[in-house]
């Protein structure tokens, strides 16, 4: 079992709570960055949660852990990427994260930022679940992502 490690930077605490995959404090340090510079950005939205919301809590877990919340709160017991509640909490699977990013051939880290970023859009008024709406959100979070993950 890892040791359970929690970081904080402008607003963002991310905590690791698995113990399924290896992350090193560099990684956990890049996606905090990244998801607090995206959180600064998101919440000058006016008249949304994000913009109401003092802190963010951004949560690695693993496919049970997140099966699990997915089945109790959305009636689906199957894992999933990333869930958002809209008191600021957001769940990330590591293990979604990891096969995502092979299928995807992209960087792992870079997954969780995804995530976190996806999380932080829902918070911010983005939706996507009409077709429209899912690709301008994807279309911003993904913009989002690739200038942050320059920084």
């Excluded at 949660?49 to 089945?71: F, K, Y």
């Excluded at 279309?139 to 993950?149: G, P, S, V, Y």
Aim: proline share 2%; no cysteine.
């Amino acid at each position: 079992m890892s040791e359970e490690k929690e970081f904080e930077r402008h607003g963002v605490t991310l905590f690791n709570r698995q113990s399924v995959k290896t992350i090193s404090d560099d990684v956990l340090q890049k996606v905090l960055h990244v998801t607090a510079a995206a959180y600064q950005e998101l919440k000058q939205r006016e008249g949304t949660l994000l913009s109401q919301l003092e802190e963010i809590e951004v949560t690695l877990i693993d496919d049970p852990a997140i099966a699990r919340v997915h089945g109790e709160f959305f009636d689906d017991p199957t894992a999933t990427d990333v869930i958002t509640f809209d008191h600021g909490e957001i769940l990330i699977s590591v293990e979604t994260a990891a096969r995502q990013a092979k299928k995807f051939q992209s960087v792992f880290d870079k997954e969780l930022a995804l995530y976190a970023i996806h999380g932080l859009a829902h918070l911010s008024g983005y939706d996507d679940i009409d077709p429209t709406d899912r690709k301008i959100m994807h279309a911003a979070q993904d913009e989002l992502l690739e200038r942050l993950w320059k920084k």
